[in-house]
């Protein structure tokens, strides 16, 4: 079957760097996407990597291998308005399926 | 605030009532996608639609009904639904083709009792 696994929930200290992990199984991939989405509000496009290797945006990164079905995304110098859920996305090419993570729920500590 | 725009914010319906949701986007794009986000279940894909026409629709009751009139409008027409069907309604919008970089609205919060 096709599926996406990311953990559900994730904390951290304001100041430092987490890591959100996501793996997925699909017959076909195009690329791996992230979003960020606030309590209450819509999901915000975050990063898009179709190719092997690290896209830094800021104080964010996202990772990709393809040969391990793996990405991340890297939040770095966190702040406390980045306490929100953070899904991964893939489209998968044989099914034309977009496909979305259950979700990690990032809670930022002083 | 995003270049979607969903409304209304907030629904509340009973199982015998026809209703719909609306959706607006002023990015220029030429895709428009319906999710349904329930609590702590992933987003689900219900309708995609590229240049107007519909081009995907993941098994979903037809007690839901979309209409794209143009590329800029999108609609959900909602009839005799269940409790079940209770949910965070998402549009979004992209390029064709770009179905994993979309641009996401509001949402309408519906609750069917």
């Known amino acids: 079957g096709q599926s996406l696994e990311q953990p559900s929930e994730v904390t951290a200290v304001e100041g430092a760097i987490v890591q959100i992990n996501c793996t997925y199984q699909?017959?076909?991939?195009?690329?791996l996407s992230w979003y960020q989405q606030h309590d209450g509000g819509a999901p915000t496009f975050l990063s898009y990597n179709a190719l092997d290797g690290l896209e830094e945006t800021g104080r964010f990164s996202s990772f990709l291998s393809r040969s391990d079905s793996y990405g991340y995304l890297l939040l770095q110098e966190l702040q406390m308005k980045d306490s929100a859920s953070y899904f991964c996305a893939v489209e998968d090419s044989s099914a034309s399926k977009i496909i979305f993570g259950s979700g990690t729920r990032l809670s930022i500590r002083p | 605030e995003t270049g979607v725009t969903q409304t209304p914010r907030h629904l509340v319906m009973g199982m015998t009532n026809k209703k719909s949701l609306k959706c607006e986007q002023h990015l220029g794009h030429n895709a428009m996608y319906w999710y349904k986000q329930s609590a702590k279940k992933p987003l689900e894909l219900m309708f995609v639609y590229s240049l107007e026409e519909r081009v995907e629709n993941n098994s979903v009751p037809s007690r839901f009904s979309p209409e794209c009139p143009n590329s800029s409008h999108l609609f959900l027409h909602l009839h005799t639904l269940q409790p079940e069907d209770s949910a965070l309604y998402l549009c979004a919008s992209s390029q064709v083709g770009k179905a994993t970089e979309a641009f996401f609205g509001q949402g309408t919060r519906l609750t069917v009792v």
């Open positions: 699909t017959s076909g991939f195009y690329g």
